[in-house]
């Protein structure tokens, strides 16, 4: 990364689905380098956020773009390889049988074309995927045999096998118990330490708080807490006592005012 | 047996259970995992009304029951995309006014007899022209071909739709694509198996394989010889036991998937009864845990407080004398990572 270009930039975005505004005026910068956790009570909009960079919820206002690029543009380019997916699942399909490997070679589809099958190089990266998550001695289990926590790594090394340039992870500790949770966070240390940039939305940093860089807290809909960890967890007490009232669920509808600025406190530059 | 081979009925009538054996377990395997078992057997109703309307206007049946079948898969996908909660019961309208059209129109044309109708729900061998076979045998090239070419995003779509949209797959393209040749394998089986039974020889051949293979890929290729061996031994004893050949077809299926079932049953009750599970313990085994790891017979064990963890699914197993011999086992194997 030559560039100080911000890979993922919000402005003032709303996120919803058709009418409906789940999250507003968000506004947050992540930089290479950065392993940023949106933190905030269920219903708060955090998913609906990493959806929105996806193109699986609908941008209703504001500015987003990914890599510098507006995000209607980036994803009609066909770059998509970029963005590394791992989505909130507690089980993979289990109405076919499927290994671990088949599961991570889908998510090198993306640098593959229509006609080709995968090369010597495709089929080195899936395998590299499967050892960073620890999970090389299980590459031809069933994947519904696995554990809870062990799916989960199945899913981030199909996100790592399209070689992304930020991994985008929704909720990966829901439904992993605390043994997993561990090496979970084991396998995200290797990845921040290989200068991975993580944008992670969860509701308890527990596990994650030696990996982390920067935290975000979104609430009623909006940006509450934008800052370093260090800065997060000198202030938890205060924070947390709003989180742990966890059930302003419901849309409340009157406007919180946005308190963020950008990302300067992220300890981390583009330092890879 | 060899004099069902001299017969031109039976020749072309084993060459369309050949290419209907491949063809059906091929597109079935997409549906069992996108959850639509059932779908062919909705596009096999709407086929009968296209058949129908073929042998009113004298057009041919098969090429009829095609353009029928094609419009109701692109109609159901795009109904079942838009995710209205209506769809269901739009769905079975289509269905059930399929079949309920195709039996009055049947009725009113020449050769709309009970025969004839039984032997399009439910397949008789003695109905394969040699025009059919051709078709047929394009057809079955056409899905082959099409399968084989999309079978890594048509696999990445129906284990997760919602990832397959976030890296930019055209998911409903390959959604209708998918569709498109359910309809194409309804058409291809009409002869032999029926239109009513259509959709077991998708589903059920995979069903058995999924007791057999450990893999996508290897369930694929069970699932293509279960349908095989189904389709032309179905029309071998339909000869010899004059029975309906789509009928028969099916219950050849379905005594595979009970044999395999009991097989595997009895595989499993064997090998947990040899199959001792560690202790549970706080932390996964991996290069980092600090128990030397030994590797043995393909797999790595840990040395766990002196007896041994081996990987089994999402546990350990107890790997000890019991299982396969101490002498194996000798310590000087064990290495510290």
Request: net charge negative.
């Amino acid at each position: 990364m030559t560039t100080s270009e911000p890979i993922v930039s919000m402005r003032g975005a709303t996120f919803g689905y058709g009418d409906h505004a789940v999250v507003r005026r968000v506004t947050l910068d992540v930089h290479a380098g950065e392993v940023v956790a949106i933190l905030g009570p269920n219903g708060a909009g955090k998913s609906t956020v990493v959806k929105g960079l996806l193109g699986l919820s609908d941008r209703l206002g504001g500015e987003v773009r990914l890599f510098g690029t507006p995000i209607d543009r980036f994803r009609r380019s066909g770059d998509h390889a970029r963005l590394g997916y791992v989505p909130q699942r507690h089980t993979l399909s289990g109405s076919m049988r499927a290994t671990a490997d088949e599961i991570v070679a889908t998510g090198r589809l993306v640098r593959q074309s229509w006609f080709g099958r995968p090369s010597a190089t495709d089929r080195q990266v899936i395998a590299r995927s499967l050892e960073t998550v620890g999970l090389a001695d299980r590459a031809g289990i069933d994947v519904v045999t696995l554990s809870g926590g062990q799916q989960r790594r199945v899913l981030i090394a199909r996100a790592l096998a399209a070689q992304p340039e930020v991994l985008l992870m929704d909720e990966p500790t829901a439904g992993v118990d605390t043994a997993n949770q561990h090496v979970l966070a084991q396998v995200m240390g290797r990845l921040a330490a290989q200068g991975v940039t993580m944008l992670l939305v969860t509701h308890e940093l527990d596990a994650f708080v030696d990996v982390v860089s920067r935290v975000v807290v979104l609430d009623r809909g909006g940006v509450t807490f934008d800052g370093s960890r260090d800065e997060f967890m000198a202030r938890e007490a205060e924070l947390l006592h709003e989180h742990h009232t966890h059930h302003h669920d419901d849309e409340l509808t009157y406007p919180t005012p946005s308190l963020t600025g950008t990302a300067e406190a992220g300890p981390a530059g583009g330092a890879t | 047996m060899s004099e069902l081979f001299s017969y031109d009925f039976m020749q072309r009538a084993l060459l369309a259970a050949v290419l209907v054996g491949l063809v059906a377990p091929l597109v079935g395997v997409f549906l069992v995992q996108r959850r639509l078992s059932l779908v062919g057997d909705g596009m096999g109703h709407v086929a009968l009304a296209g058949v129908a309307v073929g042998l009113l206007t004298n057009v041919s049946p098969v090429w009829a029951a095609l353009v029928a079948a094609v419009l109701a898969a692109v109609a159901i996908e795009l109904i079942r995309a838009s995710g209205r909660t209506q769809g269901d019961v739009a769905l079975a309208v289509i269905f059930y006014g399929g079949i309920a059209a195709g039996v009055v129109i049947l009725s009113k044309s020449a050769q709309g007899t009970p025969a004839n109708l039984t032997a399009y729900l439910f397949g008789a061998i003695t109905t394969v022209k040699g025009s059919d076979l051709w078709v047929f045998a394009a057809l079955a090239v056409l899905v082959i071909v099409t399968i084989w070419l999309l079978r890594p995003r048509l696999f990445a779509v129906a284990s997760d739709e919602e990832y397959a949209r976030a890296m930019g797959m055209p998911v409903l393209a390959l959604n209708l694509a998918l569709a498109v040749l359910t309809a194409v394998t309804v058409v291809v089986s009409m002869r032999i198996v029926g239109l009513l039974l259509i959709s077991a020889l998708m589903i059920v051949p995979n069903a058995a394989a999924q007791l057999l293979g450990s893999s996508f890929r290897a369930t694929m290729r069970w699932a293509v010889a279960i349908g095989l061996l189904c389709a032309v031994g179905g029309v071998v004893v339909s000869y010899q036991a004059d029975t309906p050949s789509g009928g028969t077809i099916v219950v050849l299926a379905i005594a595979v998937f009970l044999a395999a079932s009991i097989g595997r049953a009895v595989v499993t009750r064997v090998r947990t009864r040899r199959h001792a599970r560690a202790e549970t313990h706080a932390h996964e085994h991996g290069p980092e845990c600090g128990h030397p790891a030994v590797p043995h017979e393909g797999h790595v064990d840990y040395l766990h407080d002196g007896h041994r963890h081996a990987p089994h699914e999402g546990h350990y197993d107890e790997h000890d004398a019991a299982g396969h011999g101490a002498a194996g086992h000798e310590p000087e194997e064990a290495r510290q990572p």
